[in-house]
């Protein structure tokens, strides 16, 4: 398994529109793998594809504090969304910046694992928040396109005193 590079925003590639997975083999296996270890060494709890410049309809997540749940979900469409949440979202591709997004309380989600068979996740609460999420990477769409223009102009700005500060060392 490797880790492999995550891109940050305003990477043009993170408004690429996945491609369904057609073939599911070793090398797909392998892909899934590496995005799970990628996610851990991040600290992250979810990781789309599209954030790894793999611009297939794979997603990853783990909201286990143990790191023992891991849930990866290939071609993935959401079949039913009920009731509304506030959560304050982070992003690996946008990292230090958190925001509060509002998203459906619960969403049932078909997909295939990584042998092509077709599972349904029922998911209420920060899973569903973090299905949601990847999803979005998925179609091209980052949390902070949920947020006004003013608070998505100052959290942007916020982001690149980070990375001009980091840079400086």
Not at 36 to 54: D, I, K, P, R, W
């Amino acid at each position: 398994m490797s880790t492999l590079p995550i891109i940050e925003f305003p990477d043009p590639r993170l408004r690429t529109k996945a491609e369904p997975v057609r073939v599911f083999d070793a090398e797909l296996k392998q892909f899934v793998a590496d995005m799970f270890e990628t996610m851990y060494a991040a600290n992250g709890v979810g990781l789309a594809s599209t954030q790894v410049n793999v611009h297939k309809q794979v997603l990853v997540a783990d909201m286990s504090d143990e790191r023992n749940e891991p849930l990866a979900l290939i071609n993935p469409q959401i079949l039913e969304k009920d009731g509304a949440q506030v959560y304050q979202e982070g992003c690996l591709s946008f990292p230090g910046i958190y925001a509060d997004v509002t998203r459906a309380l619960r969403v049932k989600v078909k997909a295939q694992d990584v042998d092509g068979n077709e599972i349904v996740v029922d998911a209420e609460g920060p899973l569903a928040v973090c299905i949601q999420h990847e999803m979005d990477h998925l179609a091209g769409k980052v949390f902070v396109d949920y947020l006004s223009p003013l608070r998505r102009t100052m959290l942007l700005k916020r982001l690149d005193k980070q990375r001009k500060q980091a840079a400086n060392g």
